[in-house]
């Protein structure tokens, strides 16, 4: 726990300091922090969470208490005097009910189909996870090449300046002629403005990359990118099983299966115990301006209670309970349709990469043996140039070769990193 806050520590450091250098980890761990959908998701997984309820909380009873005031105005026949009266009444009803359901098949599996709601709601959390690692995947590989060519062109441009300062002095000298200085400017100023233009290009994708992390605080200028470590093909796993796309979809089809079971509950009896405790009270009246409550000793004589145990059978139900079943069926059978397309995609992806990288890395030896011998030319050439055995366009044609072997070189690398670390993070690594 010590070592996690201090990491913690240091790369809140790095990021409010003048030192901003980030790993690709850091980025993914800032952009987590602050991007709301995380949040959003987080809330829905604790929404599923409330809504669940126990097994057992289905035989609490269910307790309600009413109380009525009410009149009936009519008349009836006086048997004593076969005439007809007014025969208002006042009353009032005070009751006490308890139901607890001793059964009910239709509650078996709820428990279980709230259970997976959660993990689905979890599972989609390490999908979004996923689909937002790749998108800071991609934009902080694009921040690093061009932040790393920029470092090659840098250096090529110092070359060029110092052949620059040389053949000045030497026309001043009278050693040279005026047009290898033009020759060499060229040279100089060409390079210098393919350099500006890394440079912005850095800029705007590594603003690119701040705005994904949503964290405005870091500096563009200041802003150092780390080259993540090629992985050993031990450290690379293909095998798709344990995909989380897969895995959501494997957890909808139990859910589904739960629900069919669920649904088939519908045609089966449900037992019930009913409890109710009353009391109530009358009286005769002449109009509503006679109301009284005057109850006397009417609702402490007229109690009574109810005791009875409910038995319901299914009979008819129009179909519904049929077409719900029929509706889960189609629905299985289109998440098993949903599954095996998921799973030729990511085939297909991993097979495609699999091979990708397994070409980049036959290219390494190839790549490294040209710039090996584009340097070496190169060197040869500015000697050459140096006791004026050729001229600058033959200089400029082995500086092009160095500057696309190294281009050459760091795109292979950085594809290679690209690829890795793209099927980990599909498989939710």
Known sequence: MKLKYFLFICVLFCINGKAQQLSLEDCIKIGKENQPDFK?????????????RSFSSQFLPKIDASVTHAYNFGSSIDPSTNTREPSNIQSDNLSINAQVNLFDFSKWNQTKIQNLSIELEKMEFQ??????????????MKALAVQEWQLVL?????????????????????????????????IFLQEKNNLEIAKNDEVVKKTELIQLLNQMDLDVQSLTLEQPILLTSSEINTIINDYPTLKKIDLN?????KEYTQLLS?????VSLNYSYGTFYSQKIKSLADTNFSFGNQLKDNKSQYVGVGFSVPIYSRGDNNQLLQLNKIEQNLNNELKLKEEKRLNDLVAIETKKLQLLENLDQSLNEVLKASDQSLSTTEAKYMFDKVDASVYKSAKNQVLQANYNELNNTLDKIYIQYQLQILRGE
């Open 266 to 270: 519908n045609f089966l009896p449900r």
């Open 253 to 257: 089809n139990e859910k589904l299966s």
């Open 154 to 186: 840098t250096n090529q441009l110092k070359n060029a300046e110092n052949q620059l300062n040389r053949i000045s002095k030497e026309v001043e000298e009278g050693k040279r002629p005026k047009s290898d200085w033009y020759d060499i400017n060229v």
């Open 40 to 52: 959003i998701q987080a809330v829905k997984i604790e929404r599923k969470k409330t809504e669940k």
């Open 127 to 140: 999908i979004i996870e996923n689909q937002y690692e790749l998108l800071v995947l991609d934009k902080f």
